[in-house]
C-alpha cells in the first residue's frame, strides 16, 4: 500500500491530465473499433461541444480545489469521519473510503439531481446528449459541477478521507465514467462479470435513455452495486435505446453552447408521462 499512497499523496498534475486526455483516447479508438450504435454525426464537432463542459468542469473544480484540500486535511488533523473513527488494515482503509466517496459524491448527488427540480434543470444538459460515447462522460453543466463539488466535499467531512484516497477516487472516478459512456459493444460474458462489481455501458446508457422511467435509473458511477441496494436497477436491451431528453430534443437544445448554458435558467419542463405498453 506504501507506494500507492505516495503516490496519490502526492500526485503530479501532468498525470492527473494524462489520465483524463489518455483515458479519452483510449476509449475513443475502442468505440471506434467496436461501436454499439453507428452514429450518422459528426464525431469531432460532437467531441468539441462535450470538450467545451469538460474545460468548464475542470476550471470550477480547479478554482474551488481549496476547500476540498483544507477539507481533507481538516479531518485527518482533527481525526474527524468514519474511517478515522473505526480502527482498520490500510487496505481496508482505503476501499471503505473509495466506497463511501462513491456513495455520497456521486451515487446520492447524481440521484438528488434527478429528485429536486431546479437541479435537474442542470443535469439535464448532460442527458440531452444524443449520441452519448466516451466524451460525454464530463458533459455538465458548470452549475451542476459547483453542486457535484459540493457533495464531494461533503464526502470528504463525513467520511474523514485523507488527500490520497480523494485522488485516488477521482482518478477512478474519470476513467471509469470515461468507461461506462463509451459506445462500446461489450459481450455479454464480460458485461456480465464487470457489473456484479463496477458500472458498464450496458448498465449506465439505459440511463440516458430519453423517456421515463429509465432515466430515473441506475445512477452509478464507479460501483454498480448501490442501484441494487436501492433498488435503482434496471436492464434494458441497449439496442432499442434512444439518447436525450424527451423535453429538449432539437438540435438548439443539444448542440448549441450557448442555448445549452441558458436551459437550467428556464420554465422547468416535467418529463412526459410514458405509457406502460412503450417499456423496453
Known sequence: MDPIIEYFTDMNPAHRSLILVGGLTMFWMIESAVPLF???????????????????????????????????????????????????????????????????????????????????????????????????????????????????????IIVGTPMWIVFLYQTLSVVLTQFNHSNVKMPAWLDNALVLVICTPNMHRVHHHYRMPYTDSNYGNIFSFWDRLFGTYVVAENEKLVYGVDTHMSKEETQDIVTMLKIPFRKYRPHHDYDKEEVL
Not at 476540498?68 to 471503505?96: D, K, R, T
Not at 427540480?117 to 459541477?145: C, Y
Open 38 to 156: 453507428s452514429f450518422r454525426y459528426n464525431k469531432w464537432r460532437h467531441a468539441l461541444t462535450n470538450i467545451f463542459f469538460t474545460l468548464t468542469t475542470i476550471i470550477v473544480n480547479f478554482t474551488m480545489a481549496f476547500i476540498l484540500v483544507q477539507a481533507s486535511f481538516w479531518v485527518v488533523e482533527n481525526n474527524f469521519g468514519i474511517i478515522q473513527w473505526i480502527p482498520m488494515p490500510m487496505w481496508l482503509y482505503a476501499l471503505v473510503g473509495l466506497l463511501l466517496l462513491d456513495l455520497i459524491g456521486a451515487w446520492l448527488v447524481h440521484f438528488v439531481e434527478h429528485k429536486v427540480k431546479w437541479m435537474w434543470q442542470f443535469h439535464l444538459i448532460h442527458h440531452t446528449d444524443q449520441h452519448v460515447d466516451t466524451t460525454t462522460a464530463n458533459r455538465h453543466h458548470p452549475g451542476e459541477s459547483v453542486f457535484r463539488f459540493v457533495f464531494t466535499t461533503m464526502a470528504v
